[in-house]
C-alpha cells in the first residue's frame, strides 16, 4: 500500500521560509513523477508545483514562480517544498500527490498524502 | 492558463438518484482530464481519469464522458457516502489546473 506523509507545515511570518516535506513509503519513489496541490481554508484545490521521477524536470504554479522550489531526493524517499517570501495568500493545507508515471501525471493523480497546514501571519 | 468551469457549484440530489455533473475547459484539452471527490478532512481520490477510466476500486455507478472542452461525471444511483465536493481537473497544459468545485448535498 502506498503511503504518502507530508510534514513541516506550521504558522511562519509574512516574508519568512519554509520546507515542506512528503516521505513516501511502499512504492519505488523514482518510478513516480510527484506534485504539491494546495488548498485554502474553504476553497477549491490549487495544483502548486510538479516535479519527475528523476527530479530533471519541474514545474510551477505562476502563483509561486520565484519564491517556491519542489525537489526530491529518491534515495530518502522524500519529496521538498521550499517555500520562500512567503505571503498570507500561501497559506493553506498542502498536500503532496503522486502521478502514476515517471515523467508526468498523464492519468491524474492517484494517491494523495494527508496534507499539512502552512499559516503565513504575522 | 486553462480555465476549468464546473457546473453547476452545488446540487441537491437525494439518495438513489442520478446525478450529473459538468466541467467545461477554456481550451481542447483532449481527453486529458480527471475528476476527484474529497470529503470533510480528506485528501481528495482519484476517482476517472482520461475522461472515462475509472480508477482502481471506484465503484462503476460513477462514469465519465466527454472530450476537447465539455466533459461529465455522472453517478448513476447517490450512495450516503457519495455526497462531497467534486473537482475537475486537466493535465494536457502546464500549469495544471482544477476547477472550482461541485457540492453533491443530501436533498
Known amino acids: 500500500e502506498v503511503q504518502l506523509l507530508e510534514s513541516g507545515g506550521g504558522l511562519v511570518q509574512p516574508g519568512k521560509s519554509l520546507r515542506l516535506s512528503c516521505v513516501g513509503s511502499?512504492?519505488?519513489?523514482?518510478?513516480?513523477?510527484m506534485s504539491w496541490v494546495r488548498q485554502a481554508p474553504g476553497k477549491g484545490l490549487e495544483w502548486v508545483s510538479a516535479?519527475?521521477?528523476?527530479?530533471?524536470?519541474?514545474y510551477n504554479a505562476d502563483s509561486v514562480k520565484g519564491r517556491f522550489t519542489i525537489s526530491r531526493d529518491n534515495s530518502k524517499n522524500t519529496l521538498y517544498l521550499q517555500m520562500n517570501s512567503l505571503r498570507a495568500e500561501d497559506t493553506a493545507i498542502y498536500y503532496c500527490?503522486?502521478?502514476?508515471?515517471?515523467?508526468?501525471?498523464?492519468?491524474?493523480?492517484?494517491?494523495w498524502g494527508q496534507g499539512t497546514l502552512v499559516t503565513v501571519s504575522s | 492558463e486553462i480555465v476549468m468551469t464546473q457546473s453547476p457549484a452545488t446540487l441537491s440530489v437525494s439518495p438513489g438518484d442520478r446525478a450529473t455533473l459538468s466541467c467545461r475547459a477554456s481550451?481542447?484539452?483532449?481527453?486529458?482530464l480527471a475528476w476527484y471527490q474529497q470529503k470533510p478532512g480528506q485528501a481528495p481520490r482519484l476517482l476517472i481519469y482520461g475522461a472515462s477510466t475509472r480508477a482502481t476500486g471506484i465503484p462503476a455507478r460513477f462514469s465519465g464522458s466527454g472530450s476537447g472542452t465539455e466533459f461529465s461525471l455522472t453517478i448513476s444511483s447517490l450512495q450516503s457516502e457519495d455526497f462531497a465536493v467534486f473537482y475537475c481537473q486537466q493535465y494536457n497544459n502546464w500549469p495544471r489546473t482544477f476547477g472550482q468545485g461541485t457540492k453533491v448535498e443530501i436533498k
Open positions: 511502499g512504492l519505488t519513489f523514482s518510478d513516480y513523477a
Open positions: 481550451h481542447g484539452i483532449n481527453n486529458n
Open positions: 500527490a503522486k502521478a502514476d508515471s515517471k515523467y508526468y501525471d498523464i492519468n491524474g493523480y492517484d494517491d
Open positions: 516535479i519527475s521521477g528523476s527530479g530533471g524536470s519541474t
